[in-house]
């Protein structure tokens, strides 16, 4: 799916000669539907694993090699490629490639264009584990990362050789992850630290049983992308859920209503905004029991006790004006009914800055669906309705209304 933050930049994907040239395939796949314009230039030995014919089908643009060096466009080529991108990837990168680049070797149209270009480099190594591990890889790293490029991995596992050792390429989507931070490294939330929640919770009855509510997470893991897409160090304090948490954020994993509670107000000591979008239990158990509670003893008889309201103490410490409280106070509304009336309420109760109130009655914007329509409301009176749109379009509107609240 598209994604208009990064639609019309453009990358360079170099391939070097590994059997995870493969993975590359999938990367720039990903990277042109995200909307990036990918540029790929293959090493000769690149295109002994992947024709360059591969990876035009999956970017709809040209892929280069050797050979276009020294065509009619041999003279400029390089410069060209180099100067017109904000980002240069090189994945997979073999220890050859990497030592070549780390000495100034510009012998193939890879390394000439890198070496021709001024932005950022990331790179994923991928090679055996002794390769990696070896005085002269290492050395030839140290200097890449002295010079400003960044390196994604690699990580452990089974290798080509059929040993299993740190040399595998980063996977793919993983990749995607640290491309998206590089580019926004200057968005407008850069320098900024952000805490967003997100998902439900979980209050014990027994050791097996659970309370708990429908939330996915969704909305809150799409807040974090979209933070961290425009600049931001983001701390995703999460409840139990299956989403895969995006590549870089200081992840905190909690359980109960009071597990967030501890962590959102440790996390929020030094931060310029939480975003509060986790539907926290409102009630616990008030006496689990130790034990499973069998079936043959009867129907149980469960008393519940309230919850912390963990907006509600965020915002004493601001009206306290106790150090590190966070600048910018977001809270979510999910309401089943009198949308309008129930979010008013919660926003002048608990002190918030803006409100985003959504009906979770909505078969397309409840629980477990990848589309939102919100009500956002702020502290200075102001109501605007966003239409149906998928909960990444809508996290990237919040951000945008905490960029301008924190500028102010």
């Known amino acids: 799916?598209?994604?208009?933050?990064f639609a019309g930049k453009r990358v360079l994907l170099g391939v070097s000669?590994?059997?995870?040239?493969?993975k590359a395939v999938d990367l720039a796949s990903k990277l042109s539907q995200l909307g990036l314009e990918v540029d790929c230039i293959l090493t000769q030995a690149a295109a002994e694993f992947v024709s360059p014919l591969t990876f035009q089908s999956v970017t709809g643009r040209r892929a280069y090699t050797d050979r276009d060096l020294w065509g009619a466009e041999g003279h400029v080529l390089h410069i060209g490629l180099g100067k017109e991108i904000e980002l240069a990837l090189l994945a997979p990168a073999t220890a050859n490639t990497m030592a070549k680049l780390a000495n100034g070797d510009a012998d193939n149209l890879l390394t000439l264009t890198l070496l021709a270009s001024e932005v950022p480099i990331l790179i994923a190594p991928a090679m055996?584990?002794?390769m990696y591990s070896h005085p002269a890889t290492q050395k030839n790293i140290g200097l890449l990362k002295?010079?400003?490029a960044e390196i994604a991995g690699p990580q452990s596992g089974h290798l080509a050789s059929g040993l299993t050792g740190v040399g595998r390429m980063v996977e793919p989507q993983e990749m995607v992850g640290h491309v998206r931070i590089a580019l926004g490294r200057k968005g407008k939330l850069a320098g900024r630290k952000i805490v967003v929640s997100a998902g439900g919770t979980q209050e014990s009855i027994d050791p097996v049983r659970v309370i708990a509510n429908r939330s996915s997470?969704?909305?809150g893991y799409a807040l974090a992308q979209a933070a961290l897409d425009m600049g931001a160090q983001v701390t995703l304090v999460s409840g139990p859920s299956a989403l895969k948490a995006p590549v870089g954020v200081e992840l905190v994993q909690v359980e109960?209503?009071?597990?967030m509670e501890q962590a959102v107000l440790e996390s929020t000591a030094k931060v310029d905004a939480l975003v509060m979008a986790a539907a926290v239990a409102d009630f616990r158990v008030k006496k689990p029991?130790?034990?499973k509670i069998k079936r043959a003893k009867g129907t149980p008889t469960i008393e519940l006790e309230a919850n912390p309201d963990i907006l509600k103490a965020v915002t004493e410490r601001r009206q306290g004006k106790k150090e590190g409280s966070p600048k910018v106070l977001v809270g979510f509304a999910a309401e089943s009914d009198d949308l309008l009336k129930h979010a008013k309420v919660k926003l002048k109760d608990k002190g918030l800055d803006l409100l985003v109130a959504n009906d979770i009655s909505a078969v397309d914007a409840g629980f477990?669906?990848?589309t939102n329509r919100v009500l956002l409301l702020d502290n200075k009176g102001g109501e605007e309705q966003l239409e149906l749109m998928s909960k990444l379009d809508v996290a990237r509107e919040i951000m945008l209304r905490i960029a301008v609240l924190l500028d102010k």
């Open 217 to 219: 997470g969704k909305q």
């Open 17 to 22: 000669g590994s059997i995870a040239a493969y």
């Open 289 to 291: 029991a130790a034990s």
């Open 128 to 130: 055996d584990g002794g």
């Open 256 to 259: 109960s209503a009071i597990e």
């Open 1 to 5: 799916m598209s994604d208009s933050s």
């Open 146 to 148: 002295q010079r400003g």
């Open 368 to 370: 477990n669906v990848d």
